[in-house]
């Protein structure tokens, strides 16, 4: 049986050989099962994602999208296929595993902030250190991340006291105080506007830069997906594309444009 405490692949011997996938799926698929009608939601999904990369999952509403983030989170598991995790294969992890998992190497970022209204920024940012049972600095690490996204002045102020965009920073800084991995990303600039959006996707482009964090980023929306260098486009349960964009040619939506 797999624990949680595997260590990370080590590194390769020699430099020519590819490195292992931080995520890797293989003939992964996932069939819900209402009465006597079969649903599938992924048909044979096959991929990859190393370490750094900022990849989009991209398709339209009931393409799988949701099922096969639920799947990379540890929050589901395939009906048949295999997801490995950082050189481990996830279906042979057990319950308290694959929480532990969820805790310490997965940060999640939803469309609904999904904030305690009672508490303030900062206890809602300590909140995956508490449940992990890591005290060590809490307070001062999330604070730390707080600050990261522009929040330091916010320490205090309860969700219904901060903008859309301000509790999602605060969503997003909670997602970054245990040091993941992994940032799961299921349509967070949803319930934004236009401006806030872009702000919100300046901010995880710059965490990416800076801290080469693993991005993995629902959306359906073309228009956050081009600022995104790698798309993976599921209709009806498949792969129909898995495409690149050099980096260079991404221009941040909250840059002003120039007039036609």
């Known amino acids: 049986m797999a624990t949680a405490e595997q260590p990370m692949p080590e590194k390769m011997s020699t430099q020519t ?12 698929t996932k069939v819900y099962r209402m009465g006597t009608v079969e649903v599938h939601a992924l ?7 190393q370490e750094g990369e900022w990849v989009a999952i991209m398709g ?3 393409s799988g999208k949701s099922t096969l983030m639920n799947i990379i989170g540890c929050l589901d598991q395939p009906t048949s296929g295999h997801y490995w995790l950082a050189g481990v294969d996830v279906g042979t992890l057990n319950d308290d595993q694959l929480a532990e998992i969820r805790n310490k190497r997965i940060g999640f970022v939803f469309q609904q902030f999904n904030l305690l209204p009672r508490a303030t920024a900062l206890h809602n940012v300590e909140l995956p250190l508490i449940y992990s049972g890591d005290t060590r600095n809490r307070r001062e690490r999330a604070i730390a991340a707080l600050e990261a996204v522009g929040l330091g002045d916010r320490l205090h102020h309860r969700p219904n ?7 999602q920073r605060v969503a997003i800084a909670r997602a970054l105080v245990n040091d993941p991995d992994i940032i799961l990303a299921d349509e967070p600039t949803g319930n934004l506007d236009t401006k806030t959006g872009a702000e919100i996707m300046d901010l995880f482009r710059r965490l990416h830069e800076e801290r080469r964090i693993t991005i993995v980023f629902v959306t359906h929306d073309p228009e956050i997906g081009r600022q995104i260098p790698r798309h993976i486009w599921l209709r009806d349960g498949l792969i129909v594309a898995d495409d690149r964009q050099p980096v260079e040619t991404m221009e941040p939506l ?3 444009r120039p007039s036609p």
């Open 254 to 256: 909250s840059k002003e």
């Open 60 to 62: 339209p509403s009931g």
């Open 43 to 49: 048909r044979g999904v096959s991929f990859e994602v």
């Open 17 to 28: 050989e590819k490195p292992p996938a931080l995520i890797r799926l293989e003939n992964v």
């Open 161 to 167: 006291e901060l903008s859309g965009g301000q509790q």
